[in-house]
């Protein structure tokens, strides 16, 4: 088909603005993208946005209301702005500005005749020529094995214009690799910052919704490379708010043991220095001495889910983490109730619980997640708020959260209340449960 029924419905819901957005040539978009202020201005209000998520309300109208307030219209401002003949792979070709991914995509027969598909919707992540030479990551002269991971962890098999990625924090790409990595598709996550759009916190977007007849493109301003593991992740956040964390990883050899089991996929939350010092200074001592490691790294160990991700809005879990192959699963399983497939066009709402098995000895973490649109709080064991989340691995997820979790005073009890205030005994008390 020469253009998708989704494509169709977004080019009749606008035809009316037709008249005061003119017609770009489809063999010039990448280069009129780039040239226009369209192409660099940013999407949203980040201060307004910025306020809005540092709440940990998790009222469902108090989400709604925010989510109206920040984005107005411009969820309508993602317009077909041209009935394209074109493939995507015609487009990255005629482009100036993507002569080194299109020479790169020849070199693959099957990703080429992907992108030049008309029976299929792809999203393309074009990173532009000086991307990839100001990349000092990538090996001087790459194996075509390095070529094909970096290849399709810019390719989304979905249909994904501008008004689509805004109310999707985490998008699935081609790439997928197991054993020991993650035992589902990569995903990416798309989150807005004071530099405007940015993919997985290091690429900006600067051009976007540059349609093609099977899909569209939007156009990076930096390569990004598939993650690494979920303990290299969080050894990379910032010293000056997880040194603790990062101190007690190495203290306890807690990310050589992770690492060494090779966990196909897990979830990591992530406390902050400021959540250690919620515990106060007593049981902090208490942790830095030598009593009181095996304490610390029980503690750690309640932290980190191992055969589970979950992501703000997906979840990869099955029977069995080493199957080989992976099983495949639903993609109906992985998000909220009413849907949120990229093929549904309605907005997401709702609220869902989780329970993660730790690896302190299968405790489980209790996850609450609200959703409105792109606006999503989650909520771990009623007591922690996760500040930052999808911090993506190549095995995995983490998110950073304000307070540090401790485990139930009665091993396999679920339900968890709120923070608490330890006396050094009574935490050594809690504790012993587990060690």
Known sequence: MPISSL?????TRHVEQEATHPRVSPTNAINAALASPRGSRNLLDFQAWKESTASADQD???????????????LASSRVRF???????DILSSSKYTVELTRLIKGFPDLLATLKDTETNHTIWAPIDAAFFNCNEIPRKPSDAQIREILEHHITPHFMPMSRVLVTPNIPVLLTAWRP????????????????????????????????????????????????????????LPPARFSTLQLALKRTRLSEKFDHAGRMRSTFFAPSNEAFHKLGEGINTFLDSEEGESHL???????????QTLFSNAFYDGPDPYAEPPSPIPSSSYYFTGGDTPHNHRLIKGRRCFTLSSMLRGQGIL?????????????????????????????????????????????????????????????????????
Request: glycine share 6%; hydrophobic share 40%; net charge negative.
């Open 367 to 435: 996850v609450d997640i609200v959703r409105y649109g792109g606006l999503i709080t989650m909520r771990v064991n009623d007591s922690a708020t996760a500040t930052t989340q999808d911090h993506m691995a190549r095995n995995g997820v983490a998110h950073e959260i304000d307070t540090v979790l401790v485990p139930p005073s009665t091993p396999g009890e679920t339900t968890m209340g709120s923070f608490e205030k330890f006396e050094v005994e009574d935490f050594k008390a809690r504790m012993a449960h587990y060690l």
């Open 60 to 74: 469902l109208d108090v989400l709604e209301k925010q989510w109206t307030r920040i984005l107005g219209d411009d």
């Open 7 to 11: 494509q169709q419905a977004d080019s």
């Open 297 to 307: 790294e029980a503690l750690l160990q309640y932290h980190i889910a191992p055969t």
């Open 83 to 89: 009935q394209s003949q074109l493939t995507l792979f």
């Open 181 to 236: 990595h993650l035992n589902d598709k990569h995903r990416l996550s798309v989150r807005v910052s004071p530099w405007g759009m940015t993919v997985n916190a290091t690429a900006r977007i600067i051009g976007y919704d540059i349609f093609a007849c099977n899909g569209v493109i939007h156009v990076l301003s930096t390569v990004v490379l598939p993650p690494p593991s979920v303990m290299e992740v969080v050894q990379c």
